[in-house]
């Protein structure tokens, strides 16, 4: 009899494992010809531009083996480290292989994108139902906000479909120390894109490990992806010491945008106006300190009135993402009108809102602590959604399941402490320096798993529970493990 069972479990299992592949394949293709057909439509109407123009010239001088480095009007090459160069030096390797184009860029973009709905779909077959797993999957792949998007040579969906991979790989580590490090050179490589995201490091590795895993092999797991992450920044780092006369972990543009955060009136990106002192500073790392300082001395010398400039950033990041409409019009008006802009800007406004309302309803829903307030953070939050400040949203989310508190996040699927984190640590970023809508692309993944996470999965606060590994199982035929 227990043969038996054995052999109807590995059949079972089997059969599980075949389905989930072709759920797999499923958004992945969906997501990749999506995504290539935006590229087939934009490669002759859209050249790079605004950051994305700096971002393809530095992989292109990348490309020709001039290094990571800047030609300026009069002749002078200096070495760069103002843009982190993760983004610059892959499509600088694929222009090597494939020629410099701004299509192999777009490509490359598209390749990502499919990867991160892949990831999304992979992570949540370890906290749904299998359908609902696929649902979430293939809402990230039809995303209007990130499809558009594939032709622009920007990082912010780059890197939010490579947290989402570090996060799928997180959730397939439990015990297993290949996935945790896969983890980290992913972590690694989403810092070389986005220098701040290493702060997310040890949230991937803490929250990595199973119900029964101690605090200190959380620890120990949360400092070990880190280390690889930086590990994976460490080349960079010492090019860094050696060439921009400062030990950057990634780039030096910390100061900018710093400074930028002290002077913006509308929360958003606006022409720095250089302080006096920084004037006559022209090493790119030196300028960067100087305006570093200057910024830090104008916040201390205001502490309110810079504080006061923080709900601003916050709306321009999350109200209305808009980045796809934005550098389409800007890189070609004729090709993508204002009035295409409205339209677009619009869709993927009532979409994101639709995938936050739904989070927000599946996030209210959890159990566990402090359930009456984590409830009406939710339901301001639900409010919210049918309101112009959308960012309260987004804050409610990210909050309500924070309130959870550590334990019973441990509990839960790697996907729902991780999102929180993300949600948080974005927002936390752009209050410091000044925010966009393009930045609040990094959420757009996660808030949008989370509204297909479900109770079966979701563990009491109680220890009489079963774990999200027993649930997985049960939900795939199997008996939970003894």
């Known amino acids: 009899m227990r043969a038996l069972g054995g052999a109807r479990a590995a059949r079972t299992c089997s059969l599980s494992a075949f389905i989930a592949r072709r759920h797999a394949w499923l958004v992945t293709g969906v997501a990749l010809v999506l995504r290539l057909g935006v590229v087939a439509w934009a490669a002759a109407r859209f050249p790079p531009t605004a950051d994305g123009a700096y971002y393809h010239q530095l992989a292109a001088r990348l490309a020709a083996g001039q290094g990571y480095t800047w030609a300026w009007p009069d002749g002078v090459i200096t070495p760069a480290a103002h ?46 139902t299998p359908n609902l797993a696929v649902a979430g999957g293939l809402a990230v792949a039809l995303h209007p906000a990130l499809v558009p998007y594939t032709a622009a040579l920007m990082t912010e969906s780059v890197a939010a479909s490579l947290l989402v991979v570090a996060a799928a790989f997180a959730a397939r580590a439990g015990g297993r120390t290949t996935w945790l490090l896969a983890s980290g050179v992913i972590m690694g490589a989403a810092t070389l894109v986005r220098p701040q995201l290493i702060a997310l490091a040890p949230v991937f590795g803490w929250f990595v490990t199973g119900v029964t895993s101690g605090r200190r092999t959380r620890v120990g797991r949360a400092a070990a992806l880190s280390l690889v992450a930086l590990t994976v920044c460490a080349p960079w780092t010492a090019r860094n010491c050696l060439r921009m006369d400062k030990c950057a972990l990634v780039s030096v543009n910390g100061g900018w945008n710093l400074a930028i955060g002290t002077q913006t009136v509308s929360g958003g990106w606006q022409p720095l106006v250089v302080p006096e002192v920084c004037k006559e500073v022209f090493a790119e790392a030196a300028k960067d300190d100087c305006f570093g300082r200057e910024a830090r001395r104008v916040i201390l010398a205001d502490k309110v009135a810079w504080l006061a400039r923080i709900p601003s950033k916050l709306r321009v990041t999350f109200d209305y993402f808009g980045a796809a409409p934005w550098y389409l019009h800007e890189a070609n008006p004729a090709a993508f009108s204002d009035r295409a802009k409205v339209v677009l800007g619009g869709i993927e406004t009532v979409f994101s809102r639709a995938l936050l309302l739904a989070s927000l309803v599946a996030v209210r829903g959890f159990r566990g602590p402090r359930r009456v307030i984590r409830e009406g953070v939710a339901g301001v939050g639900l409010v919210a959604c049918f309101a112009a400040p959308g960012v309260v949203g987004y804050l409610a989310c990210g909050l309500a399941v924070a309130l959870l508190g550590r334990e019973a996040l441990e509990r839960q699927p790697v996907i729902v402490p991780v999102s929180a984190a993300v949600i948080l640590g974005t927002a936390a970023t752009h209050a410091v320096f000044f925010g966009a809508g393009r930045y609040g692309l990094l959420v757009v993944p996660f808030v949008t798993a989370l509204a297909f996470v479900r109770s079966e999965l979701r563990s009491e606060s109680t220890s009489g529970t079963r774990s999200g590994v027993d649930a997985v199982q049960a939900i795939a035929g199997r008996e939970p493990a003894p």
């Open 83 to 128: 843009y982190p160069v993760g983004y610059p030096a892959m499509l600088g390797a694929l222009y090597v292989i494939l020629g410099t184009s701004a299509v192999v860029a777009m490509v490359a973009n598209a390749f990502l994108g499919a990867a991160g709905a892949w990831a999304t779909y992979d992570v949540l077959r370890r906290a749904t």
